[in-house]
């Protein structure tokens, strides 16, 4: 992941800073950057959304196919997620580096929609063991400052509430055979409940207090951070320590609670917003969490 | 999809017999006793069976059985670093790499290393990292391959058990060893050291509150190394999982300890005191 | 047994090949001083072990008196040995070496000290790109190839970086060695037809300079279909040549 | 006696206020822990705090260090370098080949100047030097053989025998009697019956 | 400096050795290493071996799929061997597609199951023409120490013995295969190809069953492959030092006793289990 | 790959190549014959016919070696053995590993340490006895290389039909027909066996009578180097 380097002295500066509940930037352990959320913006997908958390910018695509459901679930649809990262955002994604990373982020969102009530898989089903909908999630990193997990999660979830997947109508051919046409109504779509979407809470462990969203110079002062995907209801879908370092039993005790009470008041303004940009049906930029 | 040239080809299209078994297998079931006598709700581990050093190419090696789950762990270097960048010449350089037998699950799998494959790596990565004193090897790389010759579930945790092991076997200086444990949340129940039917069952009928977790724990530093959920769950439970997998490594932390010291015994005599 | 071998001088060897020179044999010449006589020195493609020659490249075998051998072979490849003197690349400067390309698996260095009067301070005028022609002071198997552009007596001798014009390009081994052999009547017959500045590397490397482009031009192909001509057709063509428009 | 100690990494040893750390050993909070598996072994000198490590006998990998002696075989030669390829550090045997590097001002210590590679070393060549250097991200380890013990202890001749030291820089073979340049190390008894 | 000697200049070592008649692992040149044979220890394969050819260790483990049989041949079933050399097994070996030496091993196995006729394809044919089996057998290396061949081979004709498939058939309705995963049978072996190989010294001494280092320096290899009526099944020699008509006749009299204590040997181990 | 590509981006227009056809009497071998430094990329190249079947080899080097690959003592050699269609797969690689120590056997690669060699071998056509063309194709374009050889080798493919029978240098439509199948490679000195590469079951006996009649074959593909090299060179003097 990008990296900056971090001076001990500057280290010392951010460390004594959080241990007082003030970071550098004026924020307190438990506050996001700004954060803007803007749907609907790459036009040849069933459903997108762009988000930027100060300058991360993450743009989500997601693109809706009729495949083959998989032996294991005949009657489920399925969702497959690609991470693209680019060397638009940092030179250090060029090659091999890009492509690593971007494994790792499509591997944890599969763990983080691992589970029955994030998205209805049930609904995408459209004959059981023969067809389904597939839900091809494409994230583009634009920009990176920080903090990719949050950043992706709340863009994803911002585009699978935008997606319109058409409604799909069987019909038997003379032959015995099922065919299948697809509505030609832009309004006659299915949407996806995306309540149940859960949302990514990084929490870096500075010294020995826990920082939301850091910056790329708090991250460089951490050792381990615990990434927690939470859902609106506060249960977790997800957790996962990374880094190169170790954490205390308790303090991983501390940062799940306070994944869950951050993670928790993130879905509300959240969806109040996705709504409003809904109902307003224009595109503006709507400022989040400011 | 590009054809595997490297391989003897067979036919296109294979399909295992599992697919279109007459009767189902047996399904994991949140009720009773499990499948192998163990209890739930409680730290009931597999006995394990661990032997270091067992190949001879290797720098150091270990070979673990918990249940019917097998692994094999070794470890080669400090050797020179490939690709060598600034950090490299302070600090050594861990490698992980952890794959699976195309004959260790129930469907057969492919040769090729899937991303799964290497999310496991990962995995292993970071849980043992803390772990090791890497700023001892400078301009170096230590190198930990796992081979899964069965997978009866549980692996990531056993294969963290099983590498650290084979590092330590290895003479690597490691701050401790890391122990791995993973428990199945189900309902309000759980399970420890789930199989791999129990793994992938689908759980009792509420589908509430199902997950899996796994841990890796530094015993002796009470450090946790590594963690990772997936499923759904509440934080309690996620907190009380974590409390038990870590009394779950505390269970075969004596065995480890034991395999180990067998290990050096066996290796050479006590030095003479002088 | 070196008459064995004299009779076979001129004619095709094979690898795998080999002679006895043991000298208690029977038909041993009779010499004044066997020891000195006999002593065999191997050329190119030839080796000794023990008491036996062996042929190792294919190609004919050729003798010079007193008992010297080699193999004489057509190869493109050029194999840098110590003396010769040849054409090459300048490919990269490094510290106070620069790299020179001249056809052999590895990159000849050139030490900026070598040639005519240059001194620490006065640093040659060699750029990267640049034409050089050197000699060889290096060259064996387990070292890298050394150039030098100055004689023994520290002058350039010839030698150096080429100035401006003329092509360059690349013949066969063997079209080099004739061209440089001391009698050599496809350079005397060129001489003959045009006025023109050659350099022949030993690496199969030519460059030649003419009056204008055109005539450089067809000089060089000329040299280039020299390599499969008899000497008789060659002098038909140049015989067209000298009748012909240039 | 009763039998040694054994111990596993993060098995705490003792406090420091008991023992000196040696190696194999770290320390965290006041306590020496043990960072290898092996025995647990104390020495005693003199007044101080005796030393305690944790050793095991099997050859710990050692890495070559600043100061180390190493046999390397010469791999490559040019006339700024040699490379060659680490073979042992001290009479430790590696697993892995580590390379490095003899530069032409740290072949001889005298006349440095004028020391042309060729006539030092010839690839194959075993020879002793010293680390004096990890070297950077570019270079590989940095080796010596400035000391009248170190440089080529084994070198075979064109006809493949291998050779007798004549002097310092000469050596010669026993079957052509053949004489080539070497930069010679003192032959140090172990080595004579190699 | 016994050692010293060893990884400066290996190949004098040896000489050193041989010139005693004996190796440096204190064997005489025509004596095997002890040879183990382990089998069923994978309960997720279809039929698996493990075999230890003194350090040398291969794993075996076969997947029975179900596939169409191919046009060309619409009775047969396909065997499809391959053989994987990790970096876990020997340090000289990187991570990525198999190698030359895991590819030649490959087509190597695959040869010996042609050429000696070990199974009969047709026995592999659920159905003609719609439904047959594609035994997937994959070879893994845990522990490279010289002579891969006689392993891996040994170690796929020990894991065919111990293959039992399940019982199909094919639905006359549906069209559909029907599995009944608890009842199963071996396949019939017909004949027991056993390899045996040999390594040449210095171009003239002859050693038996190479360790790794000797292979390495040896000039040249040969792997004879016999079955039990002493008919050759496969004489390979990739190249290197040329050998008379008469000296080959010799080491296949040594592989023919070779194939004698091995077939005695996978009896005994099929025994022991039944 | 660039190597292959090397080898079709010229016509196969020659210099002092020449095409030249030996009939065996004896022991019956197809027609062959060979044709040397028809490629003008490479160092060395030839193209060998035995009845239908025909390959064109290539050699490259000795040239600057990749540091991965790098051999103190002795060249590193690389063979890459094209097939007519598609890619090489594992039998190619098999067959590659032939050759390539075939050929380490013969070359004196410790004349030429730290430099690469690479022989690329590309199957024109098949009509039987594949192998045992790529040898003899290798062989020709590496002494057209001029590389340093201790001896040269040549290969010959036997067939044992299922009466028993043996044929040399089989067509593809006999080896279909066989039982087994041994190929040889066979060095020009001693006349020895070299590589063997078998296919099929077949007894001692059989083998031995396989390895007599190559080496009777092996005598006419020799005389037929030193008779072709001769040609050659009979130009220019």
Known sequence: MATVQVSEAEKVYILHGIRDDLRVDGRGCEDYRHMEIETDVVSNTDGSAKVSLGHTAVLVGIKAEIGKPRPMAPNEGYLEFFVDCSANATPEFEGRGGEELGKELSNTLYKVFNNKHSVDLKKLCISKGEHCWVLYVDVLLLQCDGNLYDAMSVAIKAALFSTKIPKVHISNDEEGGKEIELSDDPFDCMRLDVENVPCIVTLCKVGHRHVVDATLQEKACSVASLIISVTHKGTVTCVRKMGGGSLDPESIFEMTETGKRVGKALHVPLMKLLQQEESLGTRQKVGFLG | MPVDTRRVRGPEVSQSPLLFACKPAAVFSSHGPRADGRQRDQVDVRPVFVRCGLVSQAKGSAYMEAGDTKLMCCVYGPRETERKDDTDMKCGRLTTDMRFAPFSCPERGSWIQGSQDKDFSLMLHESLQPALCLHKYPRSQIEVNVMVLENSGSVLAHAVTCASLALADAGIEMYDLVLGCAIRQDGASYVVDPTYAEENGNGSDSSDNQGRLTLAFLPSLNQVSGLQSDGEMTEESLSAGVRTCIEGCYKIYPVIQQALAKAVRRAAPPPSES | ??????????????????????????????????????????????????????????????????????????????????????????????????????????????????????TKRNRPNVQVGDLLFAQLIVANKDMEAELVCVDSAGRANGMGVFGAGGLLFRVSLGLARRLLAPQSDLRAELEQLFPCEMVVGMNGRLWVKSTGVQRTLVLANLLESCENLTPVQRRQLFGKLAQGAL | MSPMKLCVPGDKLCSVEDCTPGTGVYLRHGYIYSSLAGYVLKKNEGEELPVISVVRETETQLLPDV?????????????????????????????DRFRGTIRKEDVRATEKDKVEMYKCFRPGDIVLAKVISLGDVQSNYLLTTAENELGVVVAHSEAGAQMVPNSWCEMQCPLTHGKEFRKVARVQPEYLHA | MAAGFKTADPLEYHRSFLKENCRPDGRELHEFRTTTVNIGSISTADGSALVKLGNTTVICGVKAELANPSVEATGKGFIVPNVDLPPLCSSQFRPGPPGEQAQAASQFMADIIESSEMLQMEDLCIERGKLCWSLYCDLICLDYDGNLLDACALTMLAALKNTRLPKVRVNGETGAPEVDLGKRRGLKIRRHPVAASFCIFDDSVLLVDPAAEEEQLATARLTVVTDEEGRLCGVHKPGGTPLSGERLQELIGRATVRQKEIHRLIDKVIKSIV | MIMSDAIFSRPTHTFDGMMEECSPSTVSIREFGCEQNLLSRSDGSASFIQGNTSVLAAVYGPAEVKVSKEIYDRATLEVIIQPKVGLPSVKERAQEQCVRETCEASLLLSLHPRSSLTLVLQELHNDGSLLSCFLNAGCMAMMDAGLPMSCLFCGVTCAIHTDGTIITD????????????????????????????????????????????????????????????????????
């Open chain 6, 170 to 237: 089989p067509t593809a439509a006999q080896e279909a027909e066989s039982r087994a199948l041994m190929t040889f490679a066979i060095d020009s000195k001693e006349h020895q066996v070299m590589m063997t590469s078998t296919k099929g079951s077949f007894s001692v006996q059989e083998m031995q009578q396989c390895i007599a009649v190559s080496q009777a074959a092996s005598e006419k593909i020799f005389s037929f180097h030193r008779e072709s090299l001769r040609r050659r060179y009979s130009k220019s003097v």
């Open chain 3, 1 to 118: 047994m070196l008459s064995r071998l004299k009779a076979k001088v001129g004619s095709v060897l094979l690898p795998g090949d080999e002679f006895c020179l043991d000298t208690t044999g029977a038909d041993t010449i009779s010499l004044a001083g066997p020891s000195k006589a006999n002593k065999v020195v191997c050329g190119p493609g030839l080796r000794r072990s023990g008491d036996r020659l062996l042929v190792y490249k294919s190609g004919l075998l050729r003798h010079k008196e007193p008992n010297m051998f080699w193999m004489d072979a057509q190869h493109k490849r050029y194999v840098p040995a110590k003396g010769e003197t040849v054409i090459g690349i300048v490919t990269s400067k490094s510290g106070d070496v620069f790299k020179v390309d001249i056809g052999g698996s590895e990159q000849a260095s050139l030490s900026y000290l070598a040639f005519e009067g240059a």
């Open chain 4, 67 to 95: 100061g180390a002696i190493v046999t390397c075989k010469v791999t490559s030669i040019n006339p700024r370098f040699a490379k060659v390829h680490i073979l042992y550090v001290g009479s430790t045997p590696l697993k």
